[in-house]
């Protein structure tokens, strides 16, 4: 590590007095990268151990708001924007991975990760000195919009998913294509929230 290094620093600093603001993007997007893919580790683990946790009782509550029949690839199930539906296996047994219980676990997966996310990408990230209180209002503002946004997209794929491959499998499908998208849209919001070089 020492020897990379030694041989990464002088390039580095090269680059970031021939291209200042090139670099800066790079470091932004590096650690923005860095820590984005931090938080979804701890995403899936809350998607994958939470529900179970939370056990078939809630996995067979139905929560979902609203409500649209629809019939895609040969699967029936019902999309909405808030809730998930609830799960069942060939004999018509509750099947944990849907229902209350994973709305449960997603959000609150979602919300600890952003928790943790919001400092790390304001103070490393974008080294802004800005309202932190303001900051955290638009950032929740933000959260909860694109989290409506991915709701309403993994309810269009995912009972179809759970149709065919086991909870975890698309759990891992859920957490990177739900990180993807807020990933994408989140480092133009933070460039808008995190003002570089603001004084507090």
Same mark, same amino acid.
């Given at each position: 590590?020492?020897?990379?290094?030694?041989?990464?620093?002088?390039?580095?600093?090269?680059?970031?007095?021939? $291209?200042?603001?090139? *670099?800066?993007?790079? #470091?932004?997007?590096?650690?923005? %990268?860095?820590?984005?893919?931090?938080?979804?580790?701890?995403? #899936?683990?809350?998607?994958?151990?939470?529900?179970? +946790?939370?056990?078939?009782?809630?996995? !067979?509550? @139905?929560?979902?708001?609203?409500?649209?029949?629809? $019939?895609?690839? !040969? &699967?029936? %199930?019902?999309?909405?924007?808030? /809730?998930?539906?609830?799960?069942?296996?060939?004999?018509?047994?509750?099947?944990?991975?849907? !229902?209350?219980?994973?709305?449960?676990?997603? @959000?609150?997966?979602?919300?600890?990760?952003?928790? +943790?996310?919001?400092?790390?990408?304001?103070?490393?990230?974008?080294?802004? $000195?800005?309202?932190?209180?303001?900051?955290?209002?638009? #950032?929740?503002?933000?959260?909860?919009?694109?989290?409506?946004?991915?709701?309403?997209?993994?309810?269009?794929?995912?009972?179809?998913?759970?149709?065919?491959? *086991?909870?975890?499998? #698309?759990?891992?499908?859920?957490?990177?294509?739900? !990180?993807? &998208?807020?990933?994408?849209?989140?480092?133009?919001? %933070?460039?808008?929230?995190?003002? @570089? /070089? @603001?004084?507090?």
């Amino acid at each position: 590590m020492q020897q990379f290094m030694k041989w990464w620093g002088p390039k580095w600093q090269d680059f970031q007095q021939k $291209h200042p603001e090139a *670099a800066k993007w790079v #470091y932004q997007i590096f650690y923005f %990268f860095v820590f984005s893919m931090g938080v979804t580790i701890v995403q #899936y683990l809350f998607f994958t151990f939470m529900p179970e +946790i939370l056990g078939k009782e809630l996995a !067979g509550t @139905e929560f979902m708001w609203p409500q649209k029949e629809l $019939h895609l690839f !040969g &699967v029936d %199930f019902t999309w909405s924007l808030l /809730g998930y539906n609830v799960l069942y296996d060939a004999s018509g047994a509750v099947v944990i991975g849907g !229902g209350l219980g994973y709305f449960i676990s997603y @959000e609150t997966g979602s919300f600890i990760a952003q928790c +943790i996310n919001f400092p790390l990408q304001r103070n490393i990230t974008f080294k802004s $000195h800005g309202n932190p209180f303001y900051q955290a209002m638009w #950032y929740f503002i933000a959260w909860v919009l694109i989290s409506l946004v991915c709701n309403g997209f993994n309810n269009l794929w995912m009972p179809i998913a759970s149709a065919y491959v *086991a909870p975890a499998v #698309y759990n891992i499908l859920v957490t990177f294509i739900t !990180g993807g &998208v807020s990933m994408i849209i989140f480092f133009f919001v %933070f460039k808008i929230i995190f003002p @570089e /070089g @603001e004084q507090r």
